[in-house]
């Protein structure tokens, strides 16, 4: 089916609808039950009566009728849509319909063509060669035509119930209160970028068209641009400048983003330990109508929460329904505005095959089956027809409640099936994704050049037989040779040359129009579009253009001489003229398309590391129907029929098809293909599996989908890795620039030359034994250089040479488990880092919960019981890891009884808890008689300041535990009865260790070994810090400090500290993306570890996946940043020489040396290597391998607490 789509500002009201639907009755064949307002909710609409239209509006109309299987308008979002199944001039078409609705007041934005289900926009309409006489005379008429503001304004108030209703300034107003700011995203595909003056080209040309709040980002290396536009606009005029620049587009999607008082939050949350707990979380705030989308990240234990109000009421609400549920929430940063999106798995577009329906009632039982769904929000996007029984809907899932596509589809099958013998096959129809869509355009552009290439290849074979072998390589008294240098048909032409004429013309016009086409349309969009005269002087061109003229100059040339061959006379006993330029042309082809072919070989090598990662999803997989039940059932089915929620059944050597939650076993999985990590990772019920690793251990496991197709782990990390080619390093421009001078300079210098010889020559500078042309004098003599000079420029080395070191690197870093955000520019800052930060806890240590290594409990077996069952009481309220360690330390090392005591506990933030405690209806003589009143627990800060005095006992122990690297915590209470005194005395110590990562000492020393300086910036005492400092070898420490003072540190680090070369320090900052957000975002590159179940929300450079050595891939991505920055200059280095070194030889700088010379054959030859040369120098960055780390095992913790005592 083929359709219309008509994009209109100024739809008010039913009336506007109806009188649109009047309208294109006059060139469509309406369905009745289409024509309805848009307010209406029935899935087939009821039918409207169309009033006869104006006969001065429409008396111009001289189309056949077309039959419209589909119509549709939507008021709210300004379209019309018409879909048909016949045959016609849509260009044609669609100017006819844009000039009868803007006569009749309608605002037209946009008016294009969709054909057979393909995302290929039909050029319709603003184009200057295809506008009607009419179109023109209507310019060329004076003022007060139907085509002014006010009288199309008077015309369109006539037909419009709301306008007449309501005065200018009141609509105005309304729709101004009512109206919100869109931002739509378009994704592009563009074929025929050869290198990045290419894609600077298309910035350039469409960044015109553009307002200021407006962009467009291009990837080179994938063919890909991202386009965000503010409102409705019509796009054709941005895709015909692309093309009218001489590069095919297409559109791949659309997608909009409402930006309408949406704000990103992002908190840490205290206390999770496994997906359950993010699961509690989601459910609790799921009837909090302010929260638009909450992602909670159990690994980082953050959350992420998009909100429509920053109102502080709001926000109270939000962390008081969290702290409700025993998690407590602190905010990082302040609330921003975001693009915000709705997630994928709240709607599900799917379009269906429907084969074997015949009987015009089969439609109407596939929408009855349809409306048995009313909580799925059905909206058909496609109606379904005999001639074309295709279907496509969008809809809710909720597994829960049975919505499913496999129930939608069964639904539909015993339907229609009703008294029917007919053998209904129903599938879906998969859209192609964007990989799909650049691989199927760079295979159309392969096949077009190796088709040329083949042709071209046919014909040089017998151009090298007679141009090369018969008339260099032959003597002259050879008879082939003879031969060919016999006259023929006319004046002194030889036999060669027609024969080399014959040979090139297809060669020039058929073959080499790949190179003509895009230079014409380069050089017209140049003075067609609005640019200033400089750059049409000084930045113009691309290599297309140099191609282009190299070729026309030598055959054009040629043309000229053998027109003056042919007005001579032949001489007795005299061979004719040989000298033509016609072998230069074949053979100068022939090279380019193979440099052509072998750049767009390379390229998709680059891009393979990236590209690969999408085929590494698995196709099917084995649902489990209702799980839990005694009725539950397995099927095996394809992953499009599978919904977020479904349980499925993951077994020995599998691959999970989504992102999922293991609900039941456990089992080892192969997480290398993400992290980069061959060591297996076991997983347990309630942890997170991603789609892309694999099950290697023995057990099979049940697992829950928890992400849609095109939402997991995998796609966001392919995602964000092609979002980051966008972002150019400052080298990247600087190529840019260069490249976008480099045709103008070729061109003057190619002139130059010619107009130098030729000087030269016609003014006797030169010997006469340097002339060994006998046609044309010391034109064409000179004219050989000039050619050269145009064939041997390439700007495609400069405008490779950074772009495909980068895609490689990034492609490289991903194999290993390390995701590149901020794509080029990361890699510059990263390969200069001078100073490196690191967090401790959970960056340098492996975090989690610690072990309790030593305790020291006060020396009375009354108070001793007491204490333990206060502390527990006190800490099973928090979340705080510390907490856990010293709760499960409580339970292995006493018997406590399960009554709680401590009521109305209270944690401060960095310091401790306190809590007082309740003895009501005591039986235990020891409780009554040391009536404890309140405890305290903390860190030495947190004692101090509640008036706890300790002894130089209690002062030695804590000294030596922390010398120990171990973080220490004191338990007081408050008993009067027992102490004698008011106020809080001590009563157990205790000494907890977290483990230093087996890696953190050899990637210190590896970092140091590089020039880099590290520090560690930690928010425990300072002993501690220092102590695991020295072990693992950092010497500067900054320890004690909250969170905005560890951004503090690392902004003085940079103020303070100078590079070798005097510049200001580049400053990296570590951390596990909690309380290191601050500090991530002040320093110049930011790398977090991450698991990547929330990657989108994480604020940083680089996101070390790995989940095992973490660290080992931080001295690898700085050891790869370096690679990759040297690997670019090299590429520039050899692309510069290139050019300064072949282009004089071109010239003729040699020449005087044995008449030495690069013939333009030889030129081109040279010109194809350089740019095959760049890219093969960036995939050898492949075979690089990081260097191994060796793992310092740490002593390991006793199994068991030592005890001490003290009175």
Known sequence: MSTINIQIENIHCEQCELFLSTLLSEFFNLPLNSCEPSSSSNLQGSSLTLKPPSSSIVSKVQFNKIDAAQFRVSRDTGSCTIGFNQETNFTKLCQKIKEVLEDAGFLILDIYALKDLENLRTPAVDKPSHQSIRSWWRKLLPFGTSDSPSNKEEIHRQHCEYCRSHGDKQRSQIENSNSEVVTYETTLAIEGMSCASCSNRIEQVVGEQLRKDESIGVDLMTGMAKLFTRGQRPLEPILESIRDSGYDVEIIKIININEASKFKMVAAIDGITCAACASTINHSIQDLPFVEEVAINVISKTGTFILNSQDKNQLDQLKETIEDTGYDIEPIGKLEPVNYIPPKSVRRSIMLRIDGIYCIYCPQRIYDALNQFEKANIVVDKPISLKEPILKFTYTPNVTEGITVRSIIDTIIKQVSVNSDNNFKISIIEELTLEEHLKRMAKKTTRQIL???????????????????????????????????????????????????????????????IFHRKAIKEVRALWVQKNNWKRRIFKFGSMNLLMSLGTSVAYFASIILLSLSASKRSQVGKMPDTTTYFDSVVFLSFFLLIGRLLEGFSKSKSAAAITNLSSMKQHSAKLVENYGSEMNTEKTVDVKYLEVDDYIKISSGESPPADCIIIQGETQFDESALTGESIPVTHYPGEQIFTGTVNIGRHTIIAKLIASEGDSLLDKIVSSVRDGQLKRAPMEKLADALTGYFVPIITFLAVTTWVIWLSLGYSHKLPPSYLDKNVGGWAVWSLEFAISVFVVACPCGLGLAAPTALFVGSGLAAKYGILVKGGGASFQEGSQISVICFDKTGTLTKGGAPKITDHAII????????????????????????????????????????????????????????????????????????NPRGIILGNERFMSSNGVSLTSHHLQLLHNWKVESKSVVIAAIESPDFFQKPGYFPVMLLAARDEIRPESSSVIKGLQSMGIECWMISGDNELTARSIARDIGIDQVVAEVLPQEKADKVKWIQQTYRQKNGKPAVVAMVGDGINDAPAMAMADVGVALASGSDLAMISCDFVLLSSTYTLR????????????????????????????????????????????????????????????????????????????VSLADDAPLPSVSQEYRFN
């Open 1113 to 1188: 891939s931080l001295l690898f991505l700085f050891q790869l940043s370096k690679i990759v920055l040297r690997r670019v200059h090299f590429n520039f280095a050899w692309a510069i020489c290139y050019n300064i070194i072949t282009i004089p030889i071109a010239a003729g700088v040699i020449y005087p040396h044995k008449h030495a010379r690069l013939s333009p054959v030889w030129a081109s030859a040279a010109m194809a290597f350089s740019s095959v040369s760049v890219l093969l120098s960036s995939l050898t960055l492949r075979f690089y391998k990081p260097k191994k």
């Open 859 to 930: 020396n009375n077996p009354k108070i001793r019981t007491i204490t333990a069952h206060l502390i527990r009481d006190l800490e099973i309220s928090s979340k705080h890891p510390l907490a856990l360690g010293i709760t499960d330390f409580i339970a292995e090392s006493f018997t406590l009884e399960s009554k709680t005591r401590v009521t109305d506990t209270e944690e401060i933030a960095g310091q401790g808890m306190r809590g007082r405690v309740s003895l009501a209806a005591e039986s235990s003589d020891v409780w009554n008689e040391v």
């Open 451 to 513: 088709i040329k290439l083949a042709v071209t290849t046919i014909v040089t074979i017998p151009t090298f037989i007679f141009g090369v072998v018969g008339m260099s390589l032959l003597k002259e008294s050879n008879g082939f040779r003879r031969w060919l240098e016999e006259p023929l048909w006319s004046g002194n032409v030889s036999k060669i040359v027609w024969i080399l004429f014959i040979l090139s013309t297809p060669i020039y016009f058929f073959i080499d129009d």
